[in-house]
Structures are given as structure tokens and as C-alpha cells.
């Protein structure tokens, strides 16, 4: 890149209720230690009925412009990774536009599962370089738990509610800002991750309910062999396209999907664990929301500093996979 895109807020909101894997022990066959040793979750947020995604991305878009002090008519451009959107049309982030009082912005949904904030990531980006836009927010929102099963203790232990948003400017400095990003997918992982019905292919009916197609399926197993290679291996390879190691890392932040899959990361990446950053206890796997969630709670924490360099990594449905590289543009809120 030639002129450099930095981070210039970021934001996050989580519903208030909290599903502990007791409460899942009561609904389903399961245990908080399966769910524990299995997964590294303990609890996830979930979101209040008659909300929906646009609304917990529009609050993260309100927190957002409090912490930069901007109004939100200053948004040139809203994107919103969902997998879970309002509705099909129209996009989630329309309705984001209209409920955070951005009228200025245009917007619109990208559908890339748990690789759905780094690819729009990606995007806003080349709007900010080709300078046409100077203020694009990236969000990242997913109400999983309206797309669980809850009878299927294959899905339900894993997914939560969340959004985070990044507010993306010109970087005044060089030095700081986005270095790069990597994406791939690999379409023939489609059958392992994906709602069945619902689409094109097979539209709402009586049967498509009865077999419970319009809920997450998940082949775990798949999944999880192709993640634990894919999620590490791209956030080596990004690091080394510019000659850095692990050493050099302030802060890798990988999609929170099981803390086995992040541990195979921090083993390729040779870095130790207050390198990294994990909150999946908490919130377990929210998508599209994972990365920028624990971003901001990285950022809240006085975690990182400017100038450090941090690695984002994910992978998802898709197949989808890709990382970012960055040198971090914000002064840390917490005094020392
Ligand atoms: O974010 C998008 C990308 N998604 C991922 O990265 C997820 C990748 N996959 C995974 O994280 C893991 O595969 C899971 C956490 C989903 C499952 O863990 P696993 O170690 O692969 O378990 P498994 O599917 O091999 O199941 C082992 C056993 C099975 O029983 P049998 O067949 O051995 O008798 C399952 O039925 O564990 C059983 N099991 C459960 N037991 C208690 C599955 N879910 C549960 C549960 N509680 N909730």
C-alpha cells in the first residue's frame, strides 16, 4: 500500500445475558467440562428477542464516534460481515446507516462467514487508499444464536452474539497503519459449514423446516483439521512477507473459534501467550464479531501501544481464510 490506512477507533457491543454451559447442561446432553477442555468456552451473550444484528452494529457504530469524537454524518461508508443479516434485502448495513444516524454513508453487506471482518476489512481499505473516501467503518456483527439449534449440542455450545466496529482513516503517519492482508478461499469446503436452506437452492418450505435446514451445520471435525493448518499457517506467512518473526509480534488476534485452533497458532508462530489475545471464554464463537470484539477489548486494556505490530488471523465458512498485518495507530487509554 501505498498510502497507509490506520485504525482510528474501534468499538464493541455485547448483549447483556449471559448462557453459561451450565445453563446448556439443562437444555442439552452436554458438560461445562466438555464444553471447557473441548472448546476453551465457559459462556456466550445472547441477544434479546426482537433485536437483531443492525442493532448491536449500530451501537457499536454510536461507541465508536464517541471514542473519536466524530458525528456520525462524518461516515463516508458503512460495511457490515454478517452471516446472520436482519433480513436478505434489504443489507444489514442499510439498516446500520439509518439506526446510527450515518444519512451520509453509503453502505453494504459482505458475506464471508468467520473470515467476514477481515475481507471487509480488505475492502474498506482500498477506498481510504484510493482516496476517495476518508472515513469508512468496518463492522463485524453476527446474532448467531438466531441461526442455532439449540436440541443440537454439536452447535449450540459453540456460538454467541457480539459486534465490533473499526473506524478506518488516511494514516497522518507513514509508520503506522495497515502493511497488508492475505485472503483465500477454497470453495469446496461449502458442505462442511453452511445453513441449507433458506437460499435459491432451497427456499423456505415445510420440509426444509422439518429437517431443520434453516440452522447452522456444522461438520466439526472437517472444519477444525482445515482451520488448525489454514489459521496458523496465514499468520506466518504474513509475518514473514515482511521479514518479521513472532519475536517481533506485539499482538496476534485470531478468530475465536476454539482455543485448540489458537493454540496450534501460537505453537507455528512461536510466541508465547501474553502475546495473544483470547476472550472466547466469554463470548465463545461470534463470527464475523470475534476479531473486532476482542480488537477493542485488546484496546481497552491498554494491551497495545502505538507503533506495535499485531497479526489479525481467521478462518470460517467458506472455506474462507485470511489475515492482516498492522502497526497499531493509537495512543494506549490505559495510564501505566
Ligand atoms: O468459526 C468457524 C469455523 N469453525 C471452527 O473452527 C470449528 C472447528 N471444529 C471444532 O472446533 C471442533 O470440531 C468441535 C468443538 C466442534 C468438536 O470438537 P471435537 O473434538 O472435534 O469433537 P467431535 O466432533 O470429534 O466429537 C467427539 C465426541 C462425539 O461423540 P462420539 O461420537 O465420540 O461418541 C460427539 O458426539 O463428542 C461428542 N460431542 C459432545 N459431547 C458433549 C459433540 N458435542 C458435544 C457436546 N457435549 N456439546
Redesign the pocket.
Known sequence: MNKKVVISAVSHYVPDKVLTNFD?EKM????DE??RT??GIKERRILEPGKATSDMAAEAVKNLCKQRNIDPMEIDLIIVATVTPDMFFPSTANLVQEKAGAKNAWSFDIAA??SGFIFSLSTGAQFIKAGTHKKVVVIGSDKMSSIVNYHD??????FGDAAGAVLLEPSEDDELGIIDFLHFVDGSGAEF?RMKAGGSLNPASRETLANDWHFIY?D??Q??KF?VKKMAEVAVDILKKHNYTGDDLKLFIP?Q??L??IDGAVKRLGINYDQVMINIEKYG?T?AA?IPLALSEAYQQGKLDKGDLVVLAT???GFTWGSALLKWGLDNPVKK
Open positions: 446448556l442439552v446432553d452436554t458438560t466438555w464444553i473441548r472448546t462467514a468467520c449440542r454439536n452447535t449450540c455450545v459453540l459449514l456444522q466439526g471435525k472444519v477444525f482451520a478468530h473459534a476454539n485448540r485452533i464463537n463470527t470475534t478462518f470460517g465458512g
